[in-house]
């Protein structure tokens, strides 16, 4: 079972260079969300997708945008690219409309720097 | 607003020493509440978790209890090994409110 698959695993951006990263789920969960994780700090979360069609800023959406593609996938775009998004990117995606019991599950990151 | 405290590491013991990483949570309601592991490089994987008061949760012999009253979910584990060395990190969520500890990194030596 492939889970949650994030593309790409490594890049390196110079500033104001734009990129989207690629998440996709093969377990016909309706909720999908977008972290980040810097040291310290936890995860925090960027966007979150409740349903296919929708989508909902978190804690620290500046600087980012989001598409619920379809029901598998949810992308995240840096438009400017700016030292301060350098970080590792977490999707992670839950089932049954997002009911607060059960567990998200998580792929393996984008470790994204930012130059 | 939903946060959680989870104590500061980094954490280091032996072999078949007792684990306790402490956590505690303020929540608005009744959230769930859960710990996950994250071995270097991977994602978080779900540990265990707990869905309402006084609930035990556990797994590869890891505890946490959903204390209401100390608004606490404090990991356990009463001999660790060399592969429980990894970054723990304590959740809860409320609805689509998921809020993450800043997780404990827990290296256990031969």
């Known amino acids: 079972n492939a889970g949650v698959t994030q593309t790409p695993k490594f890049q390196v951006l110079k500033t104001g260079q734009s990129m989207t990263l690629q998440c996709a789920q093969d377990?016909?969960?309706?909720?999908m969300y977008w972290y980040r994780q810097d040291p310290g700090m936890g995860l925090r979360l960027i966007y979150y997708s409740a349903s296919e069609g929708t989508t909902d800023k978190g804690e620290v959406p500046n600087g980012y945008n989001v598409s619920r593609l379809n029901k598998r996938e949810f992308s995240l775009r840096l438009e400017s690219a700016a030292p301060s998004q350098t970080s590792v990117y977490f999707c992670a995606s839950r089932g049954e409309g997002g009911y607060s019991n059960q567990p998200q599950h998580f792929g393996d990151g984008t470790r994204l720097s930012i130059l | 607003g939903n946060s959680v405290t989870q104590m500061e590491g980094p954490v280091t013991l032996s072999e078949e020493a007792f684990l306790t990483i402490n956590c505690t949570y303020t929540?608005?309601?009744?959230?769930?509440l859960f710990w996950y592991v994250q071995y270097p490089g991977e994602g978080l994987q779900l540990l265990l978790k707990a869905t309402k008061a006084d609930d035990k949760g556990s797994n590869k012999g890891f505890e946490a209890t959903y204390r209401k009253e100390t608004t606490s979910f404090h990991l356990e584990k009463g001999s660790v090994q060399v592969s429980d060395s990894a970054v723990y990190f304590c959740?809860?969520?409320?609805?689509?409110?998921?809020?993450f500890g800043a997780g404990t990194r827990l290296t256990v030596k031969p």
């Open positions: 959740a809860l969520s409320a609805l689509n409110d998921m809020r």
């Open positions: 377990m016909n969960h309706n909720s």
């Open positions: 929540a608005t309601g009744y959230p769930s």
